[in-house]
């Protein structure tokens, strides 16, 4: 498929498909036009589920609209109820039957079937995919429990004496980023401080255990953007709490355990929370495990989890990962793990936040004020042109963002890493691989270092491609050694005639062949300056020897010559160098930003490239520009 028609959303229709298809025994009858049926490809090929989505269509075709479609719906929904006798039957509508208004919710009600029919009525025209997805969880859990809210000013039942505290984990869906290991890691972590878990939905569940959600003592909104509505109105009517921080990153999670811990009234859950934090290598919040007794271990616990220690703080500080600080990364995604993910780069990592945007236009006010904190402005737009644009703007040297911003990214040559919705198949991992909790701090750490790391390895590769200790081949011209484009001697091969060169003046004896290969080129297609006749790719007269490398301070190579292995070289006539550039403060922080191994190379591209430019002096935009220049 073209990238010019992905979309960051599906209508809303496919958002109630998500919710049905992650619950049991739930149906979902979809007045669709024959062919609009590909649900089935993205449920069962990319997160490769076992069977295929609880979806019916009732495929009208053009024949059918010469007559009302009233009857078309009605055999649909009896069909349906008569195959798969689900608890509950929705009735939706994609956006082609939309157009013809014929109310297939109430048909489909009017019907009597003796299991409860929703209506979604959801606007595919003006709202997406997501928010359909949040709606359709709303009105499920309302319609079921809306006969059953006590009385305004009701007090809340209080928990029986002797029972652990119970939480609900609302909002993990089907083609959700993760959504099944980050149920199974936020469990873990809630069952270590001695919190039970008392229903997951929609995943997983039944209506029925819909029924039982104003038993637990608090939810927990693992997804706003899918849970957040359902939690405010189980808040509004049934007087019960909810946890608003979601559990990404190391801080993330102290803050989560804390909320936890104060929405729990629990000693114990206090207690083993500040614990757990405490061998976990982090600071307990104030008033957190603040009494005088001695912590005491939770009354429930999976074994081990109280005393898992992640491995991320150790990693973002060690040697092999000094080279993270202060590299500019662009974040784009849906809210949630935008969000998770600047605050983990910010504050766990030491990188900078660049960019930062959501294609929900739901939850454009927090993304706003948090690209606000880091001097931002935020990027809410739904098409992905925008995004690459801001992408290239900003010079980042690492994306997180969607499967879209992989393609954008993979265009640009930056290192990306996939953070959310949408992704595809390689992002619905058949192993544990959670982004919740401590377990999921540190699989978000190698997953998003990695396409850095190699992206430097590449880098690196090519910029030594062109020195003589990086040579690709012997060449096939005898009277040419392997040295990557340089031109050594004057007559003979090997490091014989580099000697000789070097006694006959041509190359001073004190430029070794490591210090002359460091004047090259760190990039393919980095050649500067006028190239003599005779040696760009033409050979020599007969009878001429072969050019010798230029000794001005400004010499230096292409990457390593043409394939013929024909050495290209650069010279400079005398009184056409232009002045030295000066180095603008700031260039010079970021240039100590490099690698020392190769930000020799990188200073002398970048006062070539300016020199080329007539730029006087080399700002921080100079140094990105001959970045991309000497990269492409």
């Not at 958002?15 to 149906?27: D, E, N, P, Y």
């Not at 928010?131 to 809210?149: D, I, N, Q, S």
């Not at 993304?367 to 992905?384: K, M, S």
Request: with cysteine; aromatic share 6%; charged share 20%.
């Amino acid at each position: 498929m073209e990238l010019a028609v992905w979309t960051y959303e599906g209508p809303t229709h496919m958002g109630a498909l998500r919710v049905a298809t992650a619950m049991r025994g739930v149906h979902c009858l979809l007045h669709a036009p024959q062919g609009d049926s590909y649900a089935d490809l993205l449920f069962t090929m990319i997160e490769r589920r076992p069977g295929r989505p609880p979806v019916s269509y009732t495929s009208f075709q053009q024949r059918d609209l010469g007559r009302s479609t009233a009857d078309l719906i009605k055999e649909a929904a009896r069909a349906a109820y008569e195959r798969f006798h689900p608890e509950v039957l929705m009735i939706g509508e994609s956006c082609t039957a939309e157009l013809l208004q014929d109310q297939a919710g109430a048909l489909a009600r009017g019907l009597g079937l003796p299991v409860p029919v929703l209506p979604l009525d959801l606007p595919s025209w003006s709202r997406k995919e997501t928010w359909g997805a949040g709606e359709t969880f709303h009105r499920l859990v309302r319609a079921l429990l809306k006969p059953r809210a006590p009385a305004p000013g009701a007090p809340r039942p209080a928990r029986a004496s002797g029972q652990a505290p119970r939480a609900n984990l609302l909002g993990p869906i089907a083609l959700g980023f993760r959504c099944r290991d980050d149920v199974t890691a936020v469990s873990r972590l809630l069952a270590a401080i001695g919190v039970e878990v008392h229903i997951v939905a929609p995943l997983g569940a039944r209506p029925a255990n819909l029924l039982r959600l104003p038993e637990a003592d608090f939810n927990v909104c693992l997804y706003p953007e899918i849970a957040e509505s359902t939690c405010a109105w189980l808040e509004r009517t049934f007087r019960q709490p909810w946890v608003k921080t979601v559990p990404i990153g190391i801080g993330a999670t102290r803050d989560f355990l804390a909320e936890v811990g104060k929405l729990a009234a629990s000693q114990d859950v206090v207690e083993a929370a500040a614990r757990l934090m405490a061998k976990s290598g982090l600071s307990v919040p104030v008033g957190l495990g603040s009494s005088g007794d001695q912590p005491r271990p939770p009354q429930t616990h999976l074994p081990g989890m109280e005393v898992y220690a992640p491995r991320l703080p150790w990693y973002s500080q060690s040697v092999d990962a000094t080279y993270l600080t202060g590299k500019r990364v662009f974040i784009f995604g849906d809210a949630t793990h935008a969000l998770a993910a600047a605050r983990i780069v910010d504050q766990e990592l030491g990188m900078r936040v660049v960019g930062l945007g959501t294609y929900l236009r739901e939850q454009a006010r927090p993304v706003r004020e948090a690209a606000q904190a880091y001097g931002l402005e935020a990027l809410i737009t739904a098409d992905y042109l925008e995004v690459e644009a801001a992408i290239a703007a900003s010079h980042p040297e690492l994306v997180l963002g969607t499967q879209m911003e992989r393609h954008v990214a993979k265009r640009l040559g930056i290192p990306c890493a996939v953070i959310s919705s949408p992704a595809h198949v390689q992002d619905f991992p058949a192993r544990y691989a959670p982004q919740m909790g401590f377990e999921g701090a540190d699989v978000i750490f190698d997953t998003w270092i990695g396409p850095l790391m190699m992206g430097l390895e590449e880098h690196l590769l090519t910029m030594f491609r062109g020195d003589f200790e990086f040579g690709e081949e012997p060449r096939a011209d005898a009277s040419a050694p392997a040295t990557g484009g340089y031109a050594w001697e004057t007559s003979g091969t090997g490091p014989t005639g580099m000697a000789a060169a070097a006694q006959s003046g041509a190359l001073p004896e004190s430029r070794t062949s490591t210090q002359s290969s460091a004047d090259a080129s760190f990039a393919p297609g980095s050649a500067v300056g006028p190239v003599p006749a005779g040696v760009a790719g033409q050979p020599p007269a007969a009878g001429t020897a072969t050019p010798a490398v230029s000794t001005g301070s400004t010499s230096a190579t292409a990457e390593g010559g043409d394939k013929t292995g024909q050495p290209v070289a650069r010279s400079e006539v005398a009184g056409d160098t232009p002045a030295e550039p000066v180095w603008d403060p700031l260039a010079e922080n970021e240039l100590k930003k490099i690698p020392f191994f190769v930000r020799g190379k990188a200073r002398r591209n970048t006062e070539c490239f300016a020199r080329e430019r007539g730029i006087a002096t080399i700002t921080v935009e100079t140094l990105y520009d001959a970045k991309a220049h000497f990269g492409r």
